[in-house]
């Protein structure tokens, strides 16, 4: 792009404190992901970085604020949710500033190391750090450091989604020199909390300081590359849900604002039951698969359970329910929804397996236990004589899951169990979930357990 007003270009790393300087941080407790808001008071002018699909919240904020939001920047192409990059220009006319190496499709002005953009009087001052993609950058504004995915608070960003894992890692290393090199009270603001699958072992808190994280953030302490990429590109974490889908679609022209959700008029598609799994066990739709909405990582979840472009019906318990619903569908790239049902015929059901059922019916060969939690939290403690199939890969296996036993599903608490069960119904295995309890409840009342060391570990 050709150099204007928005963007000068320096090459000292420096700091910038200004008093009027606005900052806001919003965080969606579903994906683990966060935005941030940042301006100049005075001027009446602020930017987003990293912007939801679900808008309407910073534009309450901006005019709560009286500010005037004026442009988007993205950290990078990110791989698990759909950005409102797309609505904020299509709706509001904002211009969106993205590193030129992110092969962006939509309209867009290029980012490049140094640049600064100008808010009123404040700077916000890209800086390239490739890693986690290769066109990844993060922002500097006043004393904080919007570290996007590269520095997360305890841990740092994985490196295998965009590039060969190594490569990737080498990258992030080169990376995250550079931004120690930033002043101990430097605020670390991340793109990701815990919660999220763009890295591991990552912490709740919403904000760090550089001093802390060079303390205590145990992969910035590996002073070599080499112990570096050994750390990182190990047992690979379960990759986004949809992420090529998500990718291409942040990628590519602007997705404008979804439709809303409205009475299907049939059941034509996937059925996606959103309702607690309790009232889903009680009765369902045939074939329909539950990913309870009261749930944690809702979007999540259904991702794994979804398949990209097949049309979902959803049967929520309320017209609010499924609007709710659909909501965090789109967040995670869901467009086609094609209503909710209103006059269910919930004609199958289950009945849920007990904790103190469990010991009489595996004593008996009863049933086929499948254990749907991920392998690291199957290696601290598992049943014996259990099987063991993440409940995220469960629809591809679908009918061949049968052996001739009722399955029984079982995680840490139910709620995997409760979609495990779902999808293997839908898929024409007799199952039933353990829907309280779970592991956790099964060694507090004495089960045996045994646990499963992985070489190297």
């Known amino acids: 792009m050709s150099r204007s007003a928005h963007f000068k270009k320096d090459s000292e790393a420096r700091c910038y404190r200004q008093p009027a300087m606005i900052f806001r941080q919003f965080v969606d407790e579903d994906l683990g992901c966060a935005s941030y808001l940042v301006g100049d008071q005075d ?3 602020a930017i987003l970085v990293d912007p939801a699909y679900a808008i309407e919240q910073y534009v309450v904020e901006a005019e709560r604020l009286d500010v005037r939001l004026v442009r988007v920047l993205e950290t990078h192409t990110h791989a698990d949710h759909l950005s ?9 006319g904002l ?8 092969g962006a499709e939509y309209a867009h002005e290029p980012l490049a190391d140094g640049d600064e953009v100008a808010v009123g009087s404040v700077r916000v001052r890209c800086l390239h750090t490739p ?14 450091l919007l570290s996007g995915d590269s520095l997360f608070v305890g841990s740092v960003a994985r490196p295998d989604l965009a590039v060969e894992a190594r490569e990737g890692a080498e ?3 080169a990376s995250l020199r550079r931004l120690l090199e930033l002043p101990d009270d430097v605020r670390v603001f991340p793109g990701h909390v815990a919660g999220s699958l763009c890295g591991t072992g990552m912490s709740g808190d919403p904000s760090s300081t550089i001093g802390a994280e060079r303390a205590g953030n145990p992969l910035l302490a590996l002073s070599t590359v080499q112990e570096f990429v050994a750390e990182t590109t190990g047992a690979p974490a379960p990759r986004p849900p949809n992420m090529e889908r998500i990718v291409d679609l942040n990628r590519g022209p602007f997705v404008p604002e979804q439709p809303s959700i409205g009475p299907a008029a049939d059941d034509d598609g996937t059925v996606l039951d959103v309702r607690p799994a309790e009232t889903f066990a009680a009765g369902h739709v045939p074939g329909a698969m539950n990913v309870p909405l009261s749930g944690s990582a809702f979007g999540t979840k259904a991702g794994f359970v979804l398949r990209p472009d097949e ?8 017209a609010d329910e499924a609007d709710r619903a659909a909501r965090r569908l789109h967040a995670v790239g869901f467009l086609d929804l094609a209503g909710y049902l209103t006059d269910a015929g919930a004609t199958e059901s289950f009945e849920p397996v007990s904790v103190d059922e469990l010991d009489g019916l595996l004593a008996a060969g009863a049933i086929d ?4 939690r991920e392998a690291d939290e199957r290696d ?5 004589g259990s099987r063991h199939i993440p409940y995220r890969l469960l629809r591809a296996y679908g009918a061949s899951v049968a052996n001739g036993r009722p399955a029984v599903t079982i995680c840490e608490s139910g709620l995997r169990a409760a979609i495990a069960a779902s999808v293997l119904a839908a898929a024409g295995v007799d199952a039933r979930p353990v829907l309280r309890g779970g592991i956790v409840e099964w060694e507090r009342r004495g089960g045996h357990t045994v646990g499963f060391r992985r070489c190297g570990t």
């Open 171 to 173: 990258g992030l290393f």
């Open 43 to 45: 001027a009446g002018e």
């Open 95 to 102: 211009p969106v500033s993205v590193h030129g190496g992110a």
């Open 380 to 384: 601290a403690g598992y049943i014996p």
């Open 369 to 372: 236990l499948i254990d749907v």
């Open 84 to 92: 409102g990059h797309g609505r904020l220009a299509l709706e509001h």
């Open 311 to 318: 049309p979902v019906v959803l049967h929520a318990s309320s």
């Open 131 to 144: 890693g986690h993609r290769p066109e990844h950058c993060c922002f500097l504004a006043g004393g904080n």
